[in-house]
């Protein structure tokens, strides 16, 4: 297992939720939730975390239909993710399938006692969370990082 903090991004419409994890890559935890912004202020949001975390590797979840196809949020979030990687390179960007993270968030919150109408708040934080648990226990059971990595579009920060 390569050692180093990993921020993971739950990309949506409206939020992007955040997670990361310690530098034994052992423990991700809930970080924030941005707002999307047309004007990428969550795109520069992002790549302040990446820098103030030092993170040596980033995982954006990538959402395909249920079949494994693509959608205009898997389009979206490709697109999300290609920007990042162009603000903050060298920084890895991967992208990590994320089937089903969203309802296995709102399970994992229902279980820890939290009320749905709080979830708004919190759920893509979660999804965060669980989208690089993922990504760390395919690297620890393979012994590569996980998904497909992103090649950065030129995008210059402000």
Request: glycine residues 8%.
């Amino acid at each position: 297992m390569r050692y180093g903090v990993r921020l993971a991004f739950d990309v949506g419409k409206a939020r992007v939720g955040v997670a990361r994890c310690d530098a034994e890559a052992i423990l991700p935890v809930p970080l924030t939730t941005l707002r999307r912004d047309r004007y990428g202020a969550d795109l520069d949001q992002a790549a302040d975390l990446v820098q103030d975390h030092a993170a040596v590797e980033v995982v954006v979840g990538l959402p395909r239909t249920m079949s494994g196809g693509s959608s205009s949020s898997t389009r979206d979030a490709r697109r999300w993710a290609r920007d990042l990687a162009g603000a903050i390179a060298p920084v890895p960007v991967r992208l990590v399938d994320e089937r089903l993270t969203t309802v296995m968030a709102h399970r994992s919150l229902h279980e820890s006692g939290r009320r749905e109408k709080n979830f708004r708040a919190i759920v893509d934080q979660a999804a965060a969370v669980v989208i690089l648990e993922q990504a760390l226990e395919a690297e620890r059971a393979t012994g590569a990082p996980a998904g497909e990595p992103v090649v950065p579009t030129k995008r210059g920060r402000s």
